[in-house]
């Protein structure tokens, strides 16, 4: 069965610094999903990413996926406040039809103090 | 283009109750997949519908049941509502293999009071 475990679960940075979260998945998976969710609110999609060595960049945000360590990492640069949310990352079972079953981390709430 | 849109936003319902969720997937996307959201358990998935036929299951009892449209809309069933069952329900939908990522509603808050 996979699980997600990401770390730290609470993150209270300084603005201007960087930092960051860590998404470990225990089975074979190569698709992982960057979220922010603020609170209230739904979901919102940051990043895919689909193969090893895969890294995308958006602004102060950057993900990037290790699949033979099992690793994601989203590395926040010169935080700003805006940019405190809860953040989870995803995995699916790679292969036939389980794509479509995403499991998610516990997520990892991030406040940015001025 | 229009988003994911889930309705009813927010429900109240009583004990031993049922409700039925709608949502409506963007266009094109055939995949549409739920899950429930509560503080204590986190994210957790229910099930995922592609083409009408439901192709991934969760652990959940069998009085959380789904079914999906030729138009791709999908409605979930709660039969026998318990207090736990009070969570956010989101849907969210892709094209076929999550390729291009899920894109989610914004979500039904259910109560069971």
């Known amino acids: 069965e996979l699980k997600v475990e990401q770390n730290p679960l609470f993150l209270s940075m300084q603005e201007g610094k960087n930092y960051t979260i860590y998404c470990n998945y225990s089975?074979?998976?190569?698709?992982l999903y960057w979220y922010r969710q603020d609170p209230g609110k739904s979901l919102e999609s940051l990043f895919v990413?689909?193969?090893?060595?895969a890294v995308k960049q958006e602004g102060r945000l950057m993900a990037s996926l290790d699949t033979k360590a099992r690793l994601s990492t989203l590395h926040i640069t010169a935080a700003v406040h805006d940019l405190s949310a809860t953040y989870f990352c995803?995995?699916?079972?790679?292969?036939?039809?389980?794509?479509?079953?995403?499991?998610f981390g516990q997520g990892t709430i991030l406040t940015v103090h001025p | 283009k229009a988003g994911v849109t889930q309705t009813p936003r927010y429900l109240i319902k009583t004990r031993g109750q049922q409700v039925t969720l709608s949502c409506s997937p963007i266009?094109?996307?055939?995949?549409v997949s739920w899950y429930q959201q509560t503080p204590g358990q986190g994210l957790q998935f229910l099930f995922e519908?592609?083409?009408?036929?439901?192709?991934n299951k969760g652990n959940f009892p069998g009085r959380f049941s789904g079914r999906q449209f030729s138009n791709s809309r999908s409605e979930m069933n709660v039969s026998t509502l318990e207090l736990g069952d009070s969570a956010l329900y989101l849907c969210?939908?892709?094209?076929?293999?999550?390729?291009?990522?899920?894109?989610f509603g914004s979500g039904t808050r259910l109560t069971v009071v």
């Open positions: 969210a939908s892709s094209l076929e293999t999550g390729t291009y990522g899920y894109t």
């Open positions: 089975t074979t998976s190569d698709r």
């Open positions: 990413l689909l193969s090893n060595g």
């Open positions: 995803a995995a699916s079972n790679a292969g036939g039809t389980s794509y479509g079953k995403l499991t």
């Open positions: 266009s094109g996307h055939r995949s």
């Open positions: 519908y592609f083409s009408e036929t439901q192709r």
